[in-house]
């Protein structure tokens, strides 16, 4: 099928697209949500479908914003329908370490090399959510070798994260152009909307390092730089490892059709894409759990997210700490804040006190919203915001800049402020590589509210 016929039979089973649109200058056109879109559009996995699930998560390295940023609206600016072919041999019994895709993008032939990443998440890692007002443990069926990551073949700078259950869904990046994927429900050729994504102009952010510090500091910052010290070599040299829990709120949780099975999906497509950001500093982001709030909030979500984090860090001293182990513990709030997108404590990484951050993620753009994820981890870890003198050696920009731009790294300054903090003895935790089990701190235990294995009911201890 030609460009042309792609884009037209687009047009005819999209018609809900045009719908949701509405005019921008010079001829974009912004969609409403992409989670409505894709409803109408029927995109996700076929029930029963024998097409291969590819999300190709592709990863655009973004600059993101301070904690308080607004990351905008999203705009999709054009689509195509493609169908992505897999040259894999079929029938292998064993796991497949490499993949190999065909894809047609803009009439262009390209080939995605892909290898497996098993590490990104704690084997039957626990799932929490509650039923008739009751705590209980799912078991949602998560498979941990899905996610991929690779890069375009013969395009410099390219690199792919991919998702390979549930259908192809996900992003891309080539040529400092991102690209988003979808399949689609109603095709039966295992077709699939590829569609450019493109946003409003950039957002600054007017928040200082002093109004970062939210609650809590481990250390002044009376520098624009880090203390000069000789760092010893294993700190460099060893990977760490941030076992990182992730609360989900209500409204999130509906806007992901209130199933718990895709709330799981879409946060470990997260993790895998936060990732591909955090090995700029040699560390790996470790799903160890989630908390789902099926049911409604458990706490007071305000639009002001540093009094949301407060209430947030207040539940998960009392309810989640004595529950399941964790380096930090990040929430997931759906809600549109009026200035910020994301708080964190500086510094709380490993501590008991404050190990905690939240996010917004009301929009449907998942680059964004990994990179501030790993904005506001980077800040948990010690790093404040960069300044002008901050340089990056790959990259155009600095992650921790305060604004938003779509290639970033951790800059020199992030990783000295990083080390610098692993050197005070802060991220000792950090240091210890995740199991191959859940991270459940005791077994069943009468009266602390949680429905276990072996317990018919558990109304905790009030």
């Known amino acids: 099928m030609s ?12 018609p809900s697209l045009r719908k949701n649109q509405v005019a921008l200058k010079e001829g974009k056109i912004k969609f409403q949500t992409w989670a409505q879109q894709k409803r109408d559009m029927r995109l996700g996995p076929v029930p029963g479908s024998s097409c291969f699930s590819l999300r190709i998560v592709l990863l655009l390295v973004i600059s993101l914003p301070s904690l308080y940023c607004d990351l905008g609206s999203v705009y999709y600016s054009s689509y195509e329908t493609v169908t992505p072919k897999s040259l894999t041999v079929e029938g292998r019994e064993d796991q497949v370490e490499k993949l190999s895709y065909v894809l047609f993008m803009q009439g262009q032939k390209q080939l995605i090399q892909l290898k497996v990443k098993r590490d990104y998440f704690v084997n039957n890692f626990p799932v929490f959510s509650y039923h008739d007002g009751i705590l209980g443990q799912e078991m949602p069926f998560i498979s941990h070798d899905c996610h991929y990551e690779g890069y375009i073949e013969g395009i410099p700078g390219s690199f792919v994260s991919v998702n390979t259950c549930s259908g192809l869904r996900g992003v891309l990046i080539k040529e400092e152009k991102s690209y988003g994927i979808e399949p689609m429900h109603s095709s039966k050729r295992c077709e699939h909307v590829l569609y450019t994504m493109a946003h409003e102009a950039p957002v600054s952010c007017s928040v200082t390092s002093n109004d ?3 609650a809590f500091t481990s ?34 949780f509906q806007m992901w059709g209130s199933d718990v099975n895709e709330t799981v999906q879409r946060v470990m497509d997260i993790i895998a ?11 790996e982001v470790v799903l160890a759990g989630m908390e789902i709030w099926t049911e409604g909030d458990l706490i007071e979500v305000p639009v002001d997210l540093r009094v949301a984090l407060r209430n947030f860090n207040s539940w998960r001293q009392e309810r989640l700490f004595h529950r399941v182990k964790h380096d930090v513990a990040h929430m997931i709030v759906g809600h549109h804040p009026k200035e910020d997108t994301g708080q964190a404590f500086l510094s709380g990484a490993c501590s008991s006190d404050f190990a905690a951050a939240i996010e917004s993620f009301h929009h449907e753009d998942v680059l964004l919203f990994a990179a501030l994820m790993v904005h506001e981890l980077g800040h948990n870890l010690g790093i404040p915001h960069d300044h002008s003198a901050c ?23 992030s990783s000295d402020f990083f080390y610098q903090f692993l050197w005070e003895h802060k991220g000792a935790c950090l240091f210890n590589k995740p199991g191959h089990r859940g991270r459940l701190r005791r077994k069943a235990q009468c009266g602390n509210g949680l429905l276990e294995d072996t317990e018919q009911c558990d109304c905790g201890s009030d």
Request: glycine fraction near 4%; charge should be positive; aromatic fraction near 8%.
């Open 273 to 283: 894409l936060a990732n591909s950001f955090t090995r700029g500093i040699n560390t």
């Open 3 to 14: 460009v042309a016929a792609s884009v037209t039979h687009s047009a005819s089973i999209l």
């Open 219 to 252: 250390r002044q910052q009376e520098s624009s730089k880090p203390r000069s010290r000789q760092v010893p070599s294993y700190l460099w040299s060893h990977t760490k490892y941030v076992e990182m829990f992730v609360v989900v709120d209500n409204q999130r």
């Open 212 to 214: 970062s510090q939210v």
């Open 391 to 413: 340089v990056c050696k790959d990259k155009p920009f600095g992650l921790m800049r305060e604004n938003i731009t779509k290639e970033s790294g951790f800059s020199d300054c």
